[in-house]
């Protein structure tokens, strides 16, 4: 296949890579990875995929070693790149939430607010954003690199302050230190190199990967049911049924077996969370012959 019909796509190293490589499999790529291997091999000719850490992709999609990939939305600010944001994802049953970069202190610590950093020395993975953040308040401080225990280094008095990232605050809290304020708030997101985005195939094949793991995202907190119900009990059921637009209702093939009756064949797609909830009053309301059943992709 000519390069040109060649879509170089990169996938995240660390937290998001084991969950990324299976919303790529729901969404319809098979992508096998190494274990000493940073160069996967999926079952599409026209993708070409690399494994790299997420605090790098936003370089490599910039300079055009990527048409497109998935990253941390934090990684592109702290990169300071121009990148064409295709989607925004939440992972739903990933053990991430939106990752929050915070400014942290000791829990006696003086500093009650950004302006306090003045003279102070903070530590953070996220260097240049700070530092930018800081001279837009006109706030002079020093800000040095952490390669880690970040937490640690505020707690035994080793720096001020810290820009560290967070979920809960929960760890934060536990190693006694205290938050001053939210600098930045991240989720995993689809870019693409601003040139490969001008090239209609290309554009057209980071918009099929978009739509389909936003449909395989979509998904993944859902499930399908269906059930039979006999006509004169369908209101009851009905007004239990949440749905994405209106459930799907077909009539059953009449047979000696219905008594006479009219049965209904009713199908709709649920929060997997009110499944335990909802199928005991399904069965009150007359619903029989209910099935759940898992879906891999939500479209449109």
Known sequence: MPAEKILKFGIPKGSLEQQTLELMRKSGWRIS???????????????????????????????????????????????????????????????????RWVLCVRENSPIKRLEDLEGKRVATEIVGFVKRILAERKIKAEVEFSWGATEAKVAEGIIDAAVDVTETGSSLRANGLRIVEELLVSNPVLVANPTAWTDPWKQAKIRQLGVLIRGALDAESRVGIKMNVAKDNLEKVIALLPSITAPTISHLYPSP????????????????????????????????????????????
């Open 33 to 99: 990875v190494g274990s000493r291997s940073y160069i996967p091999s999926v079952d599409d000719a026209a993708l070409s995929c690399r494994i790299l850490r997420p605090q790098e992709m936003p370089r490599y999609i910039a300079d055009g070693s990527l048409d497109a990939g998935i990253t941390g939305s934090d990684w592109i600010v702290e990169n300071n790149v121009k990148l064409e944001q295709v989607e925004s994802f939440i992972y739903a049953k990933a053990t991430l939430t939106p990752s």
């Open 257 to 300: 077996a219905l008594k006479g009756r009219e049965w209904l064949a009713v199908e709709t797609v649920i929060d997997e969370h009110t499944v335990r909830e909802l199928f005991p009053r399904l069965l009150e309301a007359g619903a029989v012959g209910i099935v759940e059943f898992p879906l891999n992709k939500i479209i449109g």
